[in-house]
């Protein structure tokens, strides 16, 4: 796997790296300073996974992110900052990066969404989803009504941080049952990429009709 690490800080870029290169094998890491060095070297390495800090000199992360999904749709983007901001957090899913975690979170933490993300899963820090900022977000809430019951629970745990493995576990049906039931639920909500599905999600409330234990 190669991996771009875009932070200003060069003893976290490499506290970073030593920690991924060490729980991923194999595992190639390169390292950016700013948002413009992250979008050059996106353009010239074509990382499997770009890991991005959201304040960093010059354009900011999620500005760097919108410039290289302009040029890779396909590009993979894990936001690692420390803010936590509900407005941030949608920004930069918008935009459409697969994953926000904070730099306050545990290890185990961040190797779990790089590998999820790596994977093309989307995956968003669960005390970030179920945090008081969220609360009473449901502008989009009265679309959930389009969605079948099983529609709702392969949705309602997304949101929440399940891989399709887990659903599909916890459901008892097949991983391609759990596939096949992302695509109806973006078919009927007119949505296109997993990261809008989980903003959607969020902004539907769906953290907060279910809680994950």
Same mark, same amino acid.
């Given at each position: 796997?190669?991996?771009?690490?875009?932070?200003?800080?060069?003893?976290?870029?490499?506290?970073?790296?030593?920690?991924?290169?060490?729980?991923?094998?194999?595992?190639?890491?390169?390292?950016?300073?700013?948002?413009?060095?992250?979008?050059?070297?996106?353009?010239?390495? !074509?990382?499997?996974?770009? *890991?991005?800090?959201?304040?960093?000199? #010059?354009? /900011?992360?999620? &500005?760097? @992110?919108?410039?290289?999904?302009?040029?890779?749709?396909?590009?993979?983007?894990?936001?690692?900052?420390?803010?936590?901001?509900?407005?941030?957090?949608?920004?930069?899913?918008?935009?459409?990066?697969?994953?926000?975690?904070?730099?306050?979170?545990?290890?185990?933490?961040?190797?779990?969404?790089?590998?999820?993300?790596?994977?093309?899963?989307?995956?968003?820090?669960?005390?970030?989803?179920?945090?008081?900022?969220?609360?009473?977000?449901?502008?989009?809430?009265?679309?959930?009504?389009?969605?079948? !019951?099983?529609?709702?629970? *392969?949705?309602?745990?997304?949101?929440? #941080?399940? /891989?399709?493995? &887990?659903? @599909?576990?916890?459901?008892?049906?097949?991983?391609?049952?759990?596939?096949?039931?992302?695509?109806?639920?973006?078919?009927?909500?007119?949505?296109?990429?997993?990261?809008?599905?989980?903003?959607?999600?969020?902004?539907?409330?769906?953290?907060?009709?279910?809680?994950?234990?």
């Amino acid at each position: 796997m190669k991996i771009l690490i875009t932070d200003d800080h060069a003893v976290v870029r490499q506290g970073y790296a030593s920690l991924l290169s060490m729980a991923l094998d194999p595992c190639e890491v390169m390292e950016a300073a700013s948002g413009e060095e992250a979008v050059e070297c996106a353009r010239n390495s !074509r990382p499997d996974l770009i *890991v991005m800090d959201v304040g960093l000199p #010059g354009i /900011s992360g999620i &500005e760097a @992110a919108a410039r290289i999904l302009e040029e890779q749709a396909s590009a993979r983007i894990l936001f690692f900052s420390m803010y936590n901001e509900v407005q941030v957090v949608m920004r930069a899913l918008q935009v459409g990066a697969m994953g926000y975690i904070t730099k306050s979170c545990d290890t185990d933490t961040l190797i779990k969404a790089v590998q999820r993300v790596a994977e093309g899963e989307v995956f968003v820090e669960y005390d970030l989803v179920m945090g008081s900022s969220f609360k009473d977000r449901r502008p989009e809430s009265s679309k959930l009504q389009n969605l079948t !019951r099983r529609q709702f629970e *392969v949705l309602s745990m997304l949101v929440r #941080g399940f /891989s399709h493995d &887990e659903i @599909a576990q916890a459901l008892v049906i097949e991983k391609k049952t759990v596939a096949n039931t992302v695509a109806s639920i973006k078919s009927s909500l007119g949505i296109e990429s997993m990261a809008k599905l989980i903003f959607f999600g969020i902004e539907a409330g769906l953290v907060q009709i279910c809680t994950r234990s």
